[in-house]
């Protein structure tokens, strides 16, 4: 008899798709779902069994993560009704205990509290673990996880069929969603941020008449360069914004961020304009593009010569 617990994985986009593919590379009995249903077919192609709704895969799987959007995504799934994932989990009765539900989402942490809330009332575990890191350290198992949580649901939730197959780093930041969910925010401060910040500078290279990679080259070698830079600098450079980690989510965490700021007393004027500019990327039709996208929200900005100020004065 094996005590292999059987995992599931709920939404399959662009993190969650690798994220659940290493599991099985990992040897898991997985079962997947996701709500778009063409998804799931790379995962089927693995040998994951497909459900047709997240009750059917808590039903039956003892460890659920799930890789969603946004709250909304993230309250659908989980408590959304008699096919949501705790509807599932208390079908499971007395077997109820033995169900841990992980969600990986990047959420604030009263949607984390309410999904754990309502998890523990149908008798399972919840743990917050959102991630840091891209579909590319998902994919070779070096994702960041800053769990929240009980120990009970931390240590069902790792283990090689787990958070160790996903990742290579994780921490249990306090015993509820509220310090991953925050921690993970702090984190797309600085992301969002950034990357708004090296955009606003390669518009100005461009517009001041400067060579982009000579600037990026330059940009690497000082005590300014960093991965991230140099990546995204490149896309900005060649215009290639083909979804990695996508403008809309990019600015859904500057937004919860901001509220959280907002709750917290604490001024946040260069968020604040860096959410700005993700707004109008994605009012350019840019959101589900990378968030190096955020480089063409400047170009509606440039001015020409007739409309510059200087020309008219
Ligand atoms: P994605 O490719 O856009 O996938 C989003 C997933 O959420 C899809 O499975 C989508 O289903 C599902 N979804 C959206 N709305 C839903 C709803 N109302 N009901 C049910 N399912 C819904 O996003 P991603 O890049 O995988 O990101 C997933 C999460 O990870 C986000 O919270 C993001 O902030 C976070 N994250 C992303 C990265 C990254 O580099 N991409 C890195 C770290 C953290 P459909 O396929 O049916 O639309």
Same mark, same amino acid.
Request: proline letters at 4%; charged letters at 20%.
């Given at each position: ?12 986009? +662009? ?8 599991? $099985?590379?990992?040897?898991? @009995? ?12 790379? /995962?089927?192609? %693995?040998? #994951? ?39 599932? +989990?208390?079908? =499971?009765?007395?077997? !109820? ?21 309502? $998890? ?27 769990? &929240? ?11 090689? %069929? ?17 310090? *991953?969910?925050? !921690? ?8 969002? @941020?950034?990357? &708004? ?11 001041? &008449? ?5 600037? /990026? ?5 000082? *005590?300014?360069?960093?991965? %991230? ?35 917290? &007393? ?8 860096? @959410?700005?500019?993700?707004? =109008?990327? =994605?009012?350019?039709? /840019? ?9 063409? #929200? ?16």
């Amino acid at each position: 008899m094996s005590s292999q617990p059987r995992v599931g994985f709920l939404g399959l986009g +662009i993190m969650g798709a690798q994220m659940a593919s290493r599991l $099985v590379g990992a040897g898991a @009995n997985i079962t997947v779902y996701n709500r778009s249903v063409a998804k799931t077919e790379p /995962l089927r192609a %693995l040998g #994951a069994a497909v459900a047709r709704t997240p009750a059917e895969v808590t039903s039956t799987c003892d460890v659920v993560f799930a890789m969603l959007a946004d709250p909304r995504a993230a309250e659908a799934v989980a408590v959304g009704g008699p096919d949501s994932a705790v509807a599932g +989990i208390a079908s =499971r009765g007395s077997n !109820a205990s033995a169900s841990t539900y992980v969600d990986c989402s990047t959420v604030d942490e009263r949607t984390g509290v309410r999904v754990g809330d309502a $998890v523990e009332r149908s008798g399972g575990r919840f743990l917050a673990a959102p991630v840091s890191g891209g579909w590319r350290d998902a994919a070779s198992g070096k994702l960041l996880f800053l769990c &929240g949580g009980s120990r009970a649901a931390f240590d069902a939730a790792c283990g090689p %069929l787990g958070l160790d197959a996903m990742g290579h780093r994780r921490w249990l930041l306090g015993p509820g969603p509220a310090e *991953a969910a925050r !921690a993970k925010l702090m984190l797309q401060i600085m992301m969002g @941020n950034v990357v &708004g910040s090296l955009a606003e500078m390669m518009a100005m290279t461009r517009a001041s &008449g400067l060579d982009e990679g000579s600037v /990026l080259d330059i940009l690497g070698e000082s *005590a300014m360069g960093n991965h %991230l830079c140099a990546a995204k600098g490149k896309l900005m450079q060649r215009g290639d914004y083909a979804p990695n980690f996508q403008v809309y989510l990019q600015q859904k965490d500057l937004r919860l961020a901001l509220q959280l700021a907002d709750e917290l &007393g604490v001024p946040m004027p260069i968020s604040a304009a860096a @959410n700005g500019q993700y707004i =109008r990327a =994605r009012q350019m039709g /840019l959101g589900d593009k990378d968030f190096a996208a955020v480089r063409a #929200a400047y170009d509606a900005e440039v001015l020409s010569d007739k409309e510059s100020p200087e020309v008219d004065a």
